[in-house]
């Protein structure tokens, strides 16, 4: 049964703002604060990307102002000037073709909450946040719904009749199933569908 086929190229912001490795840490916090945005790749060359810059990356210069101690790593961070020293690298990133789910993993392995959209040898494409992987539970109830109808249901055997109602991406199967093996098979595809918050299962064995 074939999943949704949103990739991270259906929710990503095209138009991504970026710095050199040469940006100087002031024009670095002044362009996060002017696009209220987290973190920005770092690029080399003709746009390929060799890092990201975050807000993590900056804080230890206030955080160790007044202090010599922390890791020489922090101290490093907060000696730092522009955005090559204060990069992290190599960056996390992702490929447009790439499903949401994995960009979902990717972030939550990372811990970050945006990723860089590269392509094949490395060059900047556009940017994916956490709030654009949450766009695909904008989707209707009835796109959903028919989503399931025809991706889902459609492939189960013609004797199989199951209706398919949600309400707010919970989605509701009922009727009649008469191999209780398709029951986790069946389960499985529906979450996979994009936008699906959750799954009641009503079946009756026939």
Do not use: C
């Amino acid at each position: 049964m074939p999943e949704s086929p949103y990739t991270v190229s259906d929710v990503m912001t095209h138009t991504a703002v970026a710095v050199g490795s040469e940006a100087s840490f002031k024009e670095i916090v002044g362009l996060l604060d002017q696009w209220k945005i987290s973190a920005l790749p770092v690029l080399a060359g003709e746009g390929r990307v060799v890092g990201v810059v975050s807000e993590a990356d900056l804080l230890p210069k206030e955080e160790f102002r007044d202090t010599d101690e922390g890791e020489l790593a922090e101290r490093t961070k907060a000696a730092a000037l522009t955005a090559g020293e204060l990069m992290t690298s190599p960056a996390a990133t992702v490929h447009a073709d790439a499903s949401v789910a994995e960009a979902a993993r990717i972030m939550a392995r990372r811990h970050v909450k945006r990723l860089p959209v590269v392509n094949g040898v490395g060059m900047l494409q556009g940017v994916v946040s956490r709030g654009d992987l949450l766009k695909v539970f904008l989707r209707s109830d009835e796109e959903i719904a028919e989503e399931i109808r025809h991706s889902v249901l459609g492939h189960l055997p013609v004797t199989t009749v199951l209706t398919v109602g949600v309400t707010e991406g919970v989605v509701t199967l009922g009727g009649p199933l008469p191999d209780r093996t398709l029951v986790p098979i069946v389960a499985r595809a529906v979450r996979a569908v994009e936008g699906v918050v959750d799954i009641k299962i009503e079946l009756t064995h026939r």
